[in-house]
């Protein structure tokens, strides 16, 4: 069973950084593709960042240049350095993994909450 869990979300002021860690378990993470999305109150859940399993990368235009997506093949894990936060980066972010043969899994989720 593959299973991604996330932390490292939380408060924090507007200007700040946070650091989002998914770790999965259950499978062969390099075949894995990757990414983080978010879903604020009452909006659609959106994509943040993805990674492909050959490291290729791609943001959404509202984080492009604040955000970075990276992952570790050792720690079987991803992460999201976010920086310059902002309030309209509120939101509960998830970590997604799809696998070559189109399974798709999602973590729990972690609040992040940005203060102004």
């Known amino acids: 069973q593959v299973q991604l869990v996330e932390s490292g979300g939380g408060l924090v002021q507007a200007g700040g950084s946070l650091r989002l860690s998914c770790t999965t378990s259950?499978?062969?993470?390099?075949?894995?593709?990757m990414g983080w999305y978010r879903q604020a109150p009452g909006k659609q859940r959106e994509l943040v960042a993805r990674?492909?399993?050959?490291?290729?990368?791609n943001y959404a235009d509202s984080v492009q240049g604040r955000f970075t997506i990276s992952r570790d093949s050792v720690k079987n894990s991803i992460y999201l350095q976010m920086s310059s936060l902002t309030p309209e980066d509120t939101a509960v972010y998830y970590c997604?993994?799809?696998?070559?043969?189109?399974?798709?899994?999602w973590g729990q989720g972690t609040q992040v909450t940005v203060s102004s």
């Open positions: 997604k993994a799809g696998s070559i043969v189109g399974n798709i899994y």
């Open positions: 990674i492909t399993t050959g490291g290729m990368v």
């Open positions: 259950g499978t062969i993470f390099r075949t894995l593709a």
